[in-house]
């Protein structure tokens, strides 16, 4: 895991190898009325408080991601879905600085943000909302009411964490030891990642 960062300028510093191409990135973005934030260890880009877009640094790449890319028109074809679960994102990908037509960009990102004023979002249907709790979830469900109740307030992606965390476990022994780890974690309505978002 990338180490915890408190500023943009120190996320550049860790990403040193891309820091010139992320930089130029970040004045195209900045040339916007986008605002800069920090939000999951990493630079995102808002308006009127939703996420647009962000930046990513890789070891081998960097990206820009767009949070609803999906309704981009993507004329040029260099847009990338990054994985199967990512119904909405989508990523433009670079390997050098000298990838960088800063004229498509700033079109990408004025897209996204029409897009955005336009209320253009991907919604999420029930199906994919419902989480399915496994079995020792609800045992301890079962003798505690309040921690369930608990565990209902949260929104269904840290429900979905909390699950993912569980189920994970191989053994029972390490289940009922994480169980124990997050179960005042859940009361206090904290979700598992709580502590590397800087929303």
Same mark, same amino acid.
């Given at each position: 895991m990338m180490q915890k960062v408190n500023s943009i300028e120190e996320y550049l510093?860790? @990403?040193?190898?891309? *820091?010139? *191409?992320?930089? /130029?990135?970040?004045?195209?973005?900045?040339?916007?009325?986008? /605002?800069?934030? !920090? +939000?999951w260890n990493a630079p995102v880009y808002t !308006? @009127?408080?939703k996420n647009v877009l962000g930046l990513a640094a890789f070891k081998n790449h960097f990206s820009i991601w767009f949070f609803n890319g999906v309704?981009?028109?993507?004329?040029?074809?260099?847009? /990338?879905? *990054?994985? +199967?679960k990512t119904k909405a994102l989508r990523q433009m990908r670079f390997e050098s600085l000298y990838d960088i037509d800063k004229a498509i960009v700033l079109a990408y990102v004025k897209e996204a943000i029409e897009n955005q004023n336009l209320g253009k979002e991907l919604q999420v249907s029930r199906k994919?909302?419902? /989480?399915? %709790?496994?079995?020792? !979830?609800?045992?301890a469900f079962a003798t505690d009411p309040s921690f369930k109740v608990s565990f209902r307030q949260l929104t269904s992606g840290k429900q979905r964490e909390y699950v993912e965390y569980m189920e994970s476990a191989k053994r029972e022994a390490t289940k009922v030891s994480r169980l124990d780890k997050i179960k005042p974690m %859940?009361?206090?309505g904290i979700g598992l990642h709580d502590k590397y978002r800087n929303s």
């Open positions: 510093e860790v @990403n040193s190898h891309f *820091a010139e *191409a992320l930089d /130029v990135l970040r004045q195209i973005i900045n040339s916007t009325e986008l /605002v800069e934030t !920090l +939000k !308006l @009127n408080g309704f981009l028109k993507d004329e040029r074809k260099v847009l /990338v879905s *990054a994985d +199967k994919d909302k419902v /989480v399915s %709790i496994p079995s020792i !979830l609800n045992e %859940i009361l206090q």
